[in-house]
């Protein structure tokens, strides 16, 4: 069992449409990182979040430590958003890295 | 545009070939990171770099090699690879890494590597 799952594995949206990808890991961390990789292999760093809310233009992410879950949402998607996501986290005591196998998604026009 | 180079892109080499992959990044961070990504895997770090110094191994084969020379570049030396070693190597890199920190990471291009 991998220590973050992120749901949906794949997603597809309209245009326009809000749209939320989930992440839960198990292990006490020091933060989470949000990823985007696009097709091709490159990819950005999004967020990094310890507690609360983080908001960047379209893109929101929110953490809850107690219940160890995070998520990411988009709100007014566009094509361009296609994309991987990917959770990431380290880990507080043994300072592991941890990574979730990513959400596709797709928004079509 | 993430500050963080790799050369070259695209790899292709025989079980037998020995080659490297470089990254170089101009964010004037302390660390830096290997990580492989196989199809549908999540990523795997292989090794990290802090301040010069290798601060972790994860269980990666010898025949991967890395090579930190200064803060600013880091090496994967490859030799006698195996067909499975096929995948994205991505190099990324961090303000530092300390115990109990997660700085955020900038990451590579990436090196499309295949081993025939």
């Known amino acids: 069992k991998n220590e973050v799952e992120q749901s949906p594995q794949n997603l597809t949206a309209q245009e326009g449409e809000f749209i939320t990808i989930n992440c839960s890991y198990s292990?006490?961390?020091?933060?989470l990182h949000w990823l985007q990789q696009h097709p091709g292999g490159g990819i950005v760093s999004l967020f990094m979040?310890?507690?609360g809310k983080k908001k960047h233009g379209r893109l929101i992410a929110t953490i809850n430590i107690q219940e160890k879950h995070s998520s990411l949402h988009i709100t007014a998607s566009h094509p361009r958003d296609s994309a991987v996501y990917i959770c990431a986290v380290r880990s507080g005591t043994g300072n592991q890295f941890y990574f979730g196998t990513g959400t596709s998604l797709t928004v079509i026009p | 545009e993430t500050g963080v180079t790799q050369t070259p892109r695209h790899l292709v080499m025989g079980m037998t070939n020995k080659k490297s992959l470089k990254c170089e990044q101009h964010l004037g961070h302390n660390a830096m990171y290997w990580y492989k990504q196989s199809a549908k895997k999540p990523l795997e770090l292989m090794f990290v770099y802090n301040f010069k110094e290798q601060t972790e191994n994860n269980s990666v084969p010898s025949r991967f090699s890395p090579e930190c020379p200064n803060s600013s570049h880091l090496f994967l030396h490859l030799h006698t690879l195996q067909p499975e070693d096929s995948a994205l190597y991505l190099c990324?890199?961090?303000?530092?890494?300390?115990?109990?920190?997660?700085?955020?990471?900038?990451f590579g291009p990436g090196t499309r590597l295949t081993v025939l």
């Open positions: 979040l310890s507690s």
């Open positions: 292990v006490g961390i020091s933060a």
């Open positions: 990324a890199s961090s303000r530092s890494l300390l115990a109990g920190e997660y700085n955020e990471q900038f």
